[in-house]
């Protein structure tokens, strides 16, 4: 009762300034996935006292390195107790959780939002400054510049498209199984098209590279102005979905176009239950590419991070494009 007292007493104060995190804080608590990814890679372990219980899920991609630290849930009580000198989140704890701990005296980092890779970058080496490791995260943007440049210039390579057939897999049983690994395999030599899709000759006109739909095991997938996109174009492929922003799969265009390419976003068997009825399990969908559907792992874009840019490598290699 009294820390219910205490937190609606709070709740009718003026909102107060946000307060300035410390030079070096040396107990860092993270409240959701997203803010995991930079306290992990940013941070040593002495200075993370608690992290999401999502750290370790399939969907965090730094989700080894989280093993063996403790969880907290992303609620005010659970975290004070703790003692944090510093809390960074993206969305945990609610939109009011940065007010209710400046009020607690709790400074809070408040993770930037990144729409497009510029943005990623900028997060990043902000987030790293405001962490008293600038240095590392300027590293670590450079980094991505090297890796940005290097699918850059290969982005126009010829297509080589794959002589295996398969359809989309079943989820979530057959779905692992079947995919692409574009890490370890590589299209086969022969050149060509697929013969359902658009033109996917070696010429560098924007026409002549192949298309990719962008799946998700919920339905979904993203047009124009969103980072799928700007992944989907760095990898080297036209994006097949053509209106803006994120939409149901396109299945009356899959009646009667075909990509060359389908990219499934996975998040883990343990994570995702797919709807019965999602269009991903639809028939069209399950035929919509000649060639072997691109696994993307989830963990790869579930947070717009320096990591998204092995999604885009994944896209590339399996385009035929030596990294």
Request: proline residues 7%.
């Amino acid at each position: 009762m009294c820390s219910i007292l205490t937190a609606c007493s709070l709740g009718k104060a003026a909102t107060p300034a946000p307060l300035e995190p410390p030079v070096r804080a040396m107990r860092v608590v993270s409240l959701d996935y997203c803010a995991d990814q930079y306290v992990l890679k940013l941070l040593g372990r002495e200075r993370i006292l608690a992290l999401s219980p999502d750290a370790t899920r399939d969907f965090s991609y730094m989700r080894e390195a989280a093993k063996g630290m403790l969880k907290v849930a992303p609620r005010a009580e659970d975290v004070l107790v703790l003692k944090p000198d510093l809390v960074v989140r993206s969305y945990g704890g609610g939109a009011d959780a940065g007010a209710f701990f400046a009020r607690a005296g709790v400074p809070v980092l408040q993770l930037g939002y990144a729409e497009d890779l510029a943005g990623v970058r900028r997060v990043l080496v902000e987030t790293a400054g405001q962490l008293g490791e600038r240095a590392r995260g300027e590293r670590i943007a450079r980094e991505m510049d090297a890796r940005v440049a290097r699918l850059s210039e290969r982005a126009y390579s010829p297509f080589v498209p794959s002589n295996q057939n398969a359809a989309l897999p079943e989820f979530p049983s057959e779905v692992e199984g079947r995919m692409l690994d574009p890490l370890r395999s590589r299209p086969s030599t022969s050149l060509g098209t697929n013969g359902r899709g658009s033109n996917t000759g070696s010429g560098s006109g924007i026409a002549s590279k192949p298309t990719l739909l962008y799946a998700t095991p919920g339905g979904v997938t993203s047009g124009p102005g969103s980072l799928i996109h700007e992944l989907i174009e760095l990898a080297g492929y036209r994006n097949f979905q053509t209106e803006p922003g994120w939409h149901p799969l396109p299945l009356e265009r899959l009646a009667y176009e075909k990509p060359d390419r389908v990219g499934m976003a996975w998040f883990g068997r343990r994570d995702y239950n797919p709807d019965q009825w999602s269009a991903a399990r639809h028939p069209l969908m399950r035929t919509a590419s000649a060639h072997p559907v691109i696994g993307l792992e989830g963990a790869w874009t579930a947070c717009g991070g320096w990591f998204v840019l092995d999604a885009a490598e994944a896209m590339a290699r399996a385009r035929g494009v030596e990294l």
